[in-house]
């Protein structure tokens, strides 16, 4: 003979306790849910951290040697910021500091700018600073370098005279990166007041100018040449 659900209700038959698993399954999927969302938190932020840019300076056109640095010719990328050799870079933060500053070697166009490659625009009190472009066989066989003092001549229908003496080396440069034009092309800044600055200015509207290395060299007076 059956016994009918209701007799054995009756006879004191356990209730199913479905509020309690439910109470306990729902815990459990909270707790699931709350380690899930706490992993992708902390992934997000190790690829926020692992994503962190920095933006650079890199030629927007070719740059010559000597030219003042404008913020036209130059455009701004993103770089790692783990990159190791990022504190050698212009960075977006950098451009008002440097901003007219010299190019003391030619930055072809998509290359990036470096603060090495600067030089100040003025070199000393009351001096300036000025770039002579000349080819390497007219500039001590290319072997200048800052520090180094120069004399300047120019030839003017066969007959030489300097029109600059005992110049401080600023910075050089060469033009082997093609963007001036020629491999032979040569910039070498120099320190300058103004008259020399007129002089040497005249000399190159001439054409033809010749740099020595004069470092170390016995002074010149006024009777050896024209230059200051």
């Known amino acids: 003979m059956t016994v009918s659900a209701k007799k054995l209700r009756e006879a004191g038959s356990p209730k199913p306790v479905a509020g309690r698993v439910y109470r306990r399954l729902s815990m459990a999927h909270a707790l699931i849910a709350i380690v899930v969302i706490l992993a992708f938190v902390l992934n997000l932020l190790v690829l926020s951290d692992r994503g962190a840019t920095t933006l650079v300076a890199i030629a927007q056109r070719p740059i010559p040697a000597g030219s003042p640095l404008e913020p036209a010719a130059v455009r701004l990328v993103s770089v790692d910021s783990s990159f190791e050799g990022l504190p050698s870079l212009l960075r977006s933060e950098d451009l008002d500091r440097y901003d007219g500053w010299l190019l003391k070697r030619s930055i072809p166009t998509g290359a990036v700018v470096g603060t090495a490659d600067l ?34 001549i120019s030839v003017v229908d066969g007959v030489a005279r300097f029109v600059a003496l005992d110049l401080e080396v600023a910075a050089v440069a060469d033009g082997s990166s093609g963007a001036i034009g020629s491999s032979s092309q040569y910039h070498v800044v120099v320190a300058v007041d103004a008259a020399q600055a007129l002089s040497l200015a005249g000399a190159l509207d001439e054409g033809s100018m010749e740099i020595i290395r004069s470092t170390g060299a016995a002074g010149m007076t006024s009777e050896s040449g024209d230059g200051g």
Request: charged share 20%; no cysteine.
């Open 119 to 152: 030089v100040e625009p003025t070199a000393g009190e009351g001096l300036r600073v000025m770039s002579l472009p000349v080819a390497v066989e007219h500039a001590a066989g290319g072997g200048l370098g800052p520090g180094d003092r120069v004399d300047v």
